[in-house]
């Protein structure tokens, strides 16, 4: 079976501090896709990045970057220098199985930043 | 840009009252999707639609139906509200077909049933 955990519920931290987002995945697929998504408290999902299964390079933009590794199905979120406004709530996902176009999502991490 | 809208960000309904919750994306995308989001249980996907007058049932479809007459609407119904579909109620959308199709998302409609 397709699940997505992120363990850490919520997170607080001082702004400047950096922080890193967990997620753990499992899926049987050899071919799949990884997400993630940042829900500030306006309530819209937004679309952070997107990494499939045979790229496991880092990806690093702005003060945000990720970090897919297969060996421990992990896709893990690091912002660096956290601003208050990266308070949101972040979701990691996986693309469902072939044939289906479901996203299974993680339950989130709700990111405070203190100022 | 991708434009996913709905057309309540919140709504206050009654015990048995029929519910519309209306979704448009203007980027002619084929696919469009219904989610809920409760604290706890992330997002659970009600329906979905890869067509005009296409639907399949998500993980939670109990309880509601969907209508697409045009590619660019989708409508989740709630025949008969219940105060346990107090929810937050987000759409997306994808372009086509395909694992890699990223989802874009509305803002959302928090939906409470009194």
């Known amino acids: 079976a397709q699940k997505v955990t992120q363990a850490q519920t919520e997170i607080s931290v001082v702004e400047k501090e950096d922080v890193t987002l967990d997620c753990v995945y499992e899926?049987?697929?050899?071919?799949?896709?990884l997400f993630w998504y940042k829900q500030p408290p306006s309530g819209e999902l937004v679309f952070l990045i997107r990494r499939n299964s045979f790229d496991e390079q880092n990806e690093i933009s702005g003060r945000y970057s990720w970090n897919f590794q297969k060996s421990t199905s992990s896709f893990n979120f690091t912002i660096t220098a956290s601003q208050v406004v990266d308070s949101a709530v972040y979701f990691c996902?996986?693309?469902?199985?072939?044939?289906?176009?479901?996203?299974?999502f993680g339950t989130g991490t709700r990111l405070k930043v203190l100022a | 840009d991708v434009k996913v809208t709905q057309s309540s960000r919140y709504l206050v309904k009654r015990t048995g009252e029929k519910v519309f919750l209306e979704c448009v994306q203007d980027?002619?995308?084929?696919?469009m999707f219904w989610y809920r989001q409760d604290p706890g249980l992330g997002l659970r996907l009600i329906y979905f639609?890869?067509?005009?007058?296409?639907?399949e049932k998500g993980d939670i479809p109990e309880g509601y139906s969907v209508s697409r007459e045009k590619k660019e609407r989708f409508s989740l119904i709630l025949e008969s509200a219940s105060t346990n579909q107090t929810s937050m109620y987000l759409c997306?959308?994808?372009?086509?077909?395909?694992?890699?199709?990223?989802?874009?998302f509305g803002p959302g409609t928090r939906l409470l049933v009194l």
């Open positions: 639609s890869y067509d005009v007058k296409m639907k």
């Open positions: 997306a959308s994808s372009l086509r077909q395909g694992l890699q199709e990223t989802q874009y």
């Open positions: 996902a996986l693309s469902g199985p072939r044939g289906t176009y479901k996203y299974i």
């Open positions: 980027m002619d995308h084929e696919n």
């Open positions: 899926t049987r697929d050899t071919t799949y896709y």
